[in-house]
């Protein structure tokens, strides 16, 4: 790594150290009651209003409050502050307001007032089938066969507890059914929560081999990779901030007889199966405004996937992978965010089929959005100046009377954007070099737009080392 790396990465570490467990306010919104300084008050009642689908045990599990607390005005103000944040990051609500009621000098009422989403999406499915709209639009030459088409049924709030459920019928370049729940408590003092997944997929299309970091596809008019997944995890939320989450989890996987002829090492030693159980473990500290497009606070996560229990002896990996980022509202509209990503894998030798590197999900690098550059261990650090241009609430209530979709907010932020990291390549994977042993950087401009119920769009103009530019399209924050 070059001089100019070490010291960016060094610098940014010791932003993580000295501010990872800081407080992060937000504001409370326009019609959000103040407190005043004094002494200490008692909270009589608690008043939750407007929900009409969320059972309130399930919101009063986010709040640090509770009936008959004594408390000083100043720790109440910022206790309602991050309890607020605590409700939206439920993704249960589209606005919550929380007013004080002063009863007496020494007594207060709080109400709460929550604005439910829409819980039940059937959505239909026509998206792309590969990385990101890029490597569609450009290395696949805008081939409507890689579309997939069919449809998801989600409740995000079943029961009125905020489990989800998901059925998914899938078709197109992928053929996908899917079923998952996920409980988020089972307990009375709900800390344990549980989940389960199962799906089977198929494809006719799939990437046999990566060359100058771009994925080979082969083309088939039969099916050519046959998959079968499920599992179990169960999660332990000891705090408002923190989860951990311990699964098991099964995967088998055949393809044809013309898969392992054109990449021998797909399985490794020319197989056509790989069959295996599957451990893994992931801790997230979240203290986020707002999770679709935070503004300001602080995210870690790190998990670790054992992949291969000596059953089947068909696959050996360790993979670990560890993620930081800060934002920072610096006044005046301005925002900054950076984030950190660090990937470890052994041994260094895989299949195919269970490479990672950048370019995957979001271990991406803005400017590289055409390229994998696949390597068991890398870093990246993205770096994001915001600028908020305006927003605006759309009221159509005139024309949609379903209160859930009656206004449409709209902000838009004009984003700088620098990344730069580091990948390790593979042992014998001589064709895909030029991004792998050497500190790559990219970046450039961008405009983000993000809407109700977490949509974001990116649109970003970026460059990369090589001097190649084009302008983007991505959906989701980057980091």
């Known amino acids: 790594m070059t001089q100019s790396f070490v010291i960016g990465l060094g610098m940014f570490l010791l932003l993580c150290v000295s501010s990872t467990f800081s407080r992060c306010e937000i504001p409370l919104k326009k019609g959000d009651t103040a407190v005043s300084d004094g002494d200490t008050v008692q909270i ?60 007496t000098d020494e007594k207060i009422d709080i109400i709460i007032r929550v604005e439910e989403r829409w819980y039940f999406f059937p959505i239909p499915i026509f998206e792309l089938a590969d990385r990101n709209f890029t490597e569609w639009w450009v290395n696949q030459k805008a081939d409507f066969s890689r579309v997939e088409w069919g449809i998801k049924l989600r409740h995000f709030n079943f029961r009125g507890r905020r489990e989800i459920l998901n059925i998914t019928a899938q078709f197109g370049f992928t053929k996908l059914f899917r079923l998952a729940y996920q409980f988020p408590y089972i307990d009375k003092k709900q800390k344990l929560g549980v989940s389960f997944y199962g799906d089977y997929a198929t494809n006719k299309n799939i990437a046999v081999r990566t060359i100058g970091h771009r994925q080979q596809f082969l083309d088939s008019e039969s099916v050519v990779r046959d998959r079968w997944r499920g599992g179990v995890s169960l999660r332990y939320r000891p705090n408002f901030y923190s ?16 898969i392992p002829e054109l990449n021998p090492n797909y399985f490794n030693n020319g197989s056509k ?16 405004d707002f999770i ?21 002896g068909d696959i ?28 470890f894998s052994t041994p260094s030798e895989q299949p195919y089929y269970n490479v990672v590197g950048v370019g995957f999900e979001k271990n991406f690098m803005r400017g590289y959005e055409r ?5 068991p261990h890398f870093i990246i650090h993205k770096n994001s ?7 605006y609430e759309a009221d159509i209530s005139n024309a949609v009377k379903l209160k859930q979709f009656s206004k449409i907010p709209v902000s838009a932020y004009f984003t700088l954007n620098f990344d730069h990291g580091y990948v390790v390549n593979y042992p014998n994977y001589s064709e895909n070099e030029l991004f792998t042993g050497r500190y790559i950087y990219g970046g450039g401009v961008g405009i983000d737009i993000i809407s109700f119920y977490d949509f974001v769009m990116r649109w970003e103009y970026s460059m990369n080392i090589e001097g190649e530019h084009a302008l983007y399209f991505n959906l989701y924050a980057a980091f």
């Not at 989860?243 to 013309?258: A, I, K, R, W």
């Not at 159980?277 to 203290?287: E, T």
């Not at 360790?318 to 990937?343: C, P, Q, T, V």
């Not at 390229?371 to 390597?375: L, N, R």
């Open 371 to 375: 390229y994998v550059i696949e390597g």
């Open 243 to 258: 989860s951990h989450s311990f699964g098991l989890h099964y995967s088998s996987v055949t393809v044809s007889d013309s």
């Open 273 to 288: 199966y790989q069959r295996y159980f599957a451990l893994s473990y992931n801790f997230i500290w979240d203290f986020r």
């Open 292 to 312: 679709a497009y935070p503004l300001s606070g602080a995210y870690f996560q790190i998990a670790a996937d054992k992949i291969g229990l000596g059953i089947y």
């Open 44 to 103: 009589d009642k608690i008043f939750i209003i407007g929900h009409k689908k969320t059972k309130e045990h399930i919101i009063r599990r986010e709040l640090s409050i509770h009936d008959g607390q004594q408390i000083s005005r100043l720790e109440l103000q910022e206790i309602l502050l991050a309890d607020k944040r605590k409700l939206i990051n439920t993704r249960l609500f589209l606005n919550v307001n929380i007013n004080i009621i002063d009863l």
């Open 385 to 391: 100046f915001r600028r908020l241009i305006f927003a």
């Open 316 to 343: 050996d990996i360790l993979n670990i992978n560890a993620r930081y980022s800060r934002y920072f509202d610096l006044g005046k509209k301005f925002y900054y965010g950076s984030g950190i990503i660090g990937n």
